[in-house]
């Protein structure tokens, strides 16, 4: 379908963004990358009469390094996450969860505060993202403010980014030294995740010290396995014990059921993928 009309604005600077949304309200939408707000216009899902393109702002694309955290542009595309090497060393559960976004097209359109701000329960950056604990800079007519992971995503489709506000970059706190893995489950390559796990896990003489994973599309958001976490640590790196140990993955979680399969399917293959992606992330 061809979308309604609309008018195209593309600031230059952060500043004359936040102008366009304080100026247009709730009849503004603003374009990241394009990869999911084009296809709700194209079937006319939604119907702004302005988009706010952020492509031309250059302050909100790049990685860079802040002591002991990373510092990633809200408009940084998918292939230059792949691309840095400082991701790879301190986050590297991002890079091998980027690595798994639909394709080489998309990844280089696409951008990672695009997808967080969508907030797709299936989407596959929130959770390394949660694994990572990164903290996720919001700005609008007020200032900056810093709102945890934790707390970013609300609910379907809904983070803490309010009206006439943007979120403009996000910040890792630098896993170095720990092990990072994206295992995604699905029918068809390039489909959305059916489920999905970021673990990232911290080793010790052959057992974990620590461990952080987060679940994509077991419920409303992304999630944090913490009951995972806590059995993890002081877990011999071996796939008996660690079976063990994520055996309740799924706990607490409200999957959806849909044509690629039911709620207790992906309850059934949440510990499983979970096993999975710790003892790769432990190197076991």
């Given at each position: 379908?061809?979308?309604a009309?609309?008018?195209?604005?593309?600031?230059?600077?952060?500043?004359?963004?936040?102008?366009?949304?304080?100026?247009?309200?709730?009849?503004a939408?603003?374009?990241?990358?394009?990869?999911?707000?084009?296809?709700?216009l194209?079937?006319?899902?939604?119907?702004?009469?302005?988009?706010?393109?952020?492509?031309?702002i250059?302050?909100?694309?790049?990685?860079?390094?802040?002591?002991?955290?990373l510092?990633?542009?809200?408009?940084?595309?998918?292939?230059?996450?792949?691309?840095?090497?400082?991701?790879?060393?301190?986050?590297?559960?991002?890079?091998?969860?980027?690595?798994?976004?639909?394709d080489?097209?998309?990844?280089?359109?696409?951008?990672?505060?695009?997808?967080?701000?969508h907030?797709?329960?299936?989407?596959?950056?929130?959770?390394?993202?949660?694994?990572?604990?990164?903290?996720?800079?919001?700005?609008?007519?007020?200032?900056e403010?810093?709102?945890?992971?934790?707390?970013?995503?609300?609910?379907l489709?809904?983070?803490?980014?309010g009206?006439?506000?943007?979120?403009?970059?996000?910040?890792?706190?630098?896993?170095?030294g720990?092990?990072?893995?994206?295992?995604?489950?699905?029918?068809?390559?390039?489909?959305?995740?059916?489920?999905?796990?970021?673990?990232?896990?911290?080793?010790?003489?052959?057992?974990?010290?620590?461990?952080?994973?987060?679940?994509?599309?077991m419920?409303?958001?992304?999630?944090?396995?913490?009951?995972?976490?806590?059995?993890?640590?002081?877990?011999e790196?071996?796939?008996?014990?660690?079976?063990?140990?994520?055996?309740?993955?799924?706990?607490?979680?409200?999957?959806?059921?849909?044509?690629?399969?039911?709620?207790?399917?992906?309850?059934a293959?949440?510990?499983?993928?979970?096993?999975?992606?710790?003892?790769?992330?432990?190197?076991?």
């Amino acid at each position: 379908m061809i979308p309604a009309a609309f008018d195209y604005l593309a600031p230059t600077s952060v500043e004359d963004a936040l102008a366009a949304l304080a100026e247009h309200g709730d009849e503004a939408k603003v374009l990241g990358g394009g990869q999911s707000l084009l296809p709700v216009l194209r079937m006319r899902l939604g119907d702004p009469s302005v988009v706010v393109d952020l492509g031309r702002i250059d302050a909100l694309r790049g990685i860079t390094d802040d002591g002991d955290h990373l510092v990633i542009g809200a408009m940084t595309a998918y292939v230059d996450l792949i691309a840095s090497e400082a991701v790879r060393e301190h986050a590297t559960v991002l890079t091998k969860a980027v690595e798994e976004v639909a394709d080489p097209q998309i990844r280089h359109r696409g951008t990672v505060g695009g997808a967080l701000v969508h907030a797709d329960p299936a989407g596959d950056v929130a959770a390394p993202i949660l694994a990572l604990e990164a903290q996720l800079v919001i700005t609008g007519p007020g200032g900056e403010r810093t709102v945890p992971a934790s707390d970013f995503f609300t609910g379907l489709f809904e983070t803490a980014v309010g009206d006439g506000e943007l979120l403009t970059s996000i910040r890792i706190p630098k896993h170095t030294g720990w092990g990072g893995h994206y295992e995604k489950f699905v029918r068809v390559v390039h489909q959305w995740s059916i489920v999905a796990v970021a673990a990232t896990v911290r080793t010790e003489g052959g057992t974990i010290a620590e461990a952080r994973i987060g679940l994509t599309n077991m419920g409303l958001t992304a999630l944090r396995a913490r009951s995972v976490e806590q059995a993890l640590v002081g877990c011999e790196v071996s796939e008996a014990a660690i079976g063990a140990a994520c055996a309740s993955a799924a706990d607490g979680t409200e999957p959806p059921s849909d044509l690629n399969g039911s709620a207790d399917y992906r309850r059934a293959l949440a510990p499983v993928l979970t096993r999975r992606a710790v003892l790769a992330a432990a190197g076991g």
